[in-house]
C-alpha cells in the first residue's frame, strides 16, 4: 500500500543552523502539506502546497520557513535559522483532495 | 477561529468494553472530519473521513458519526482490544475555498485497554 515517507526519522542542530527536512508524498497525490507538533501539544498546520504554489499558510510559517517540490517526487520543508523552540515533530502529509495521509514524521531536536 | 476539543483527556478501560470518544468544534462551516490514532512517538494513521453531507462512517470495529449543526462528532469503538491502546485525533477541514486546505485538529484522548 502506497505511504508517505519522511526522512531524516531524527535530526539533531545547533541553534541558527539551516535544516532540510524531505518527504515523498504519495505518488498520484496532488495536494502537500506540513504539520508540527510540539511535545505535549496539538498537531498544528504549518503550510498547504498545490500546483507548484503555497495556497495556505499558518502564523507559525514565517519567513524562517520555506517548502519546495524540487522534483516529481520530493516534498521538503526547509528552516533557514532554527530556534530552540523549532523543535518539534513535523509531519508531512498528502491527499488526493480529501483524506489526508501522514508520513511517520521527522523530530526535530534543536540544541 | 475553529476550536477543536476531545473528551476524555484519557480513558482507560477493559479488554472487551465497547467505547465512546467525543469530539465538538466551534464553527460548523467544515468541508470534512478525520479521526486519527496515533501511537507513541510515531505518525498519525488516518482511520475514518466523513464528508459534511455524510452522518457516520464505518470500518471493521469502527463508527464514526458527525453532527455538523451541533458541532459534534463521535467516535465508537467495539469490543476494545489491547491493540487499540493508542491517542486518537480528531481534526476538521474547515470549509475555505476549495477545503482542500488545513486540518485543524484536537488534543486528543489517551486509550488504555487493559487485558
Known amino acids: 500500500e502506497p505511504e508517505v515517507t519522511q526522512t531524516p526519522s531524527h535530526q539533531v542542530t545547533q541553534m541558527g543552523q539551516e535544516v532540510i527536512l524531505r518527504c515523498v508524498p504519495i505518488?498520484?497525490?496532488?495536494?502537500f502539506y506540513w504539520y508540527r507538533q510540539i511535545l505535549g501539544q496539538k498537531v498544528e498546520f504549518l503550510v498547504s502546497?498545490?500546483?507548484?504554489?503555497?495556497?495556505?499558510k499558518s502564523e507559525i510559517f514565517d519567513d524562517q520557513f520555506s517548502v519546495e517540490r524540487p522534483d516529481g517526487s520530493n516534498f521538503t520543508l526547509k528552516i533557514r535559522s532554527t530556534k530552540l523552540e523549532d523543535s518539534a515533530m513535523y509531519f508531512c502529509?498528502?491527499?488526493?483532495?480529501?483524506?489526508?495521509?501522514f508520513g511517520p514524521g521527522t523530530r526535530l531536536t534543536v540544541l | 477561529k475553529q476550536e477543536v476539543t476531545q473528551i476524555p483527556a484519557a480513558l482507560s478501560v477493559p479488554e472487551g468494553e465497547n467505547l465512546v470518544l467525543n469530539c465538538s468544534f466551534t464553527?460548523?462551516?467544515?468541508?470534512?472530519l478525520q479521526w486519527f490514532r496515533q501511537d507513541p512517538g510515531k505518525g498519525l494513521t488516518s482511520l475514518l473521513l466523513?464528508?459534511?453531507?455524510?452522518r457516520e462512517q464505518t470500518s471493521g470495529r469502527l463508527n464514526a458519526s458527525l453532527d455538523k449543526s451541533s458541532g459534534r462528532s463521535t467516535l465508537y469503538i467495539a469490543a476494545s482490544q489491547p491493540g487499540d491502546s493508542a491517542t486518537y485525533l480528531c481534526?476538521?477541514?474547515?470549509?475555505?475555498?476549495?477545503?482542500?486546505?488545513?486540518?485543524?485538529f484536537g488534543t486528543g484522548t489517551r486509550l488504555l485497554v487493559s487485558p
Open positions: 502529509a498528502s491527499s488526493r483532495g480529501n483524506e489526508q495521509f
Open positions: 505518488s498520484n497525490h496532488l495536494y
Open positions: 502546497f498545490y500546483n507548484n504554489e503555497i495556497s495556505e
Open positions: 464553527d460548523s462551516a467544515i468541508y470534512n
Open positions: 466523513i464528508q459534511s453531507s455524510q
Open positions: 481534526a476538521v477541514s474547515p470549509l475555505v475555498g476549495t477545503g482542500f486546505q488545513k486540518l485543524v
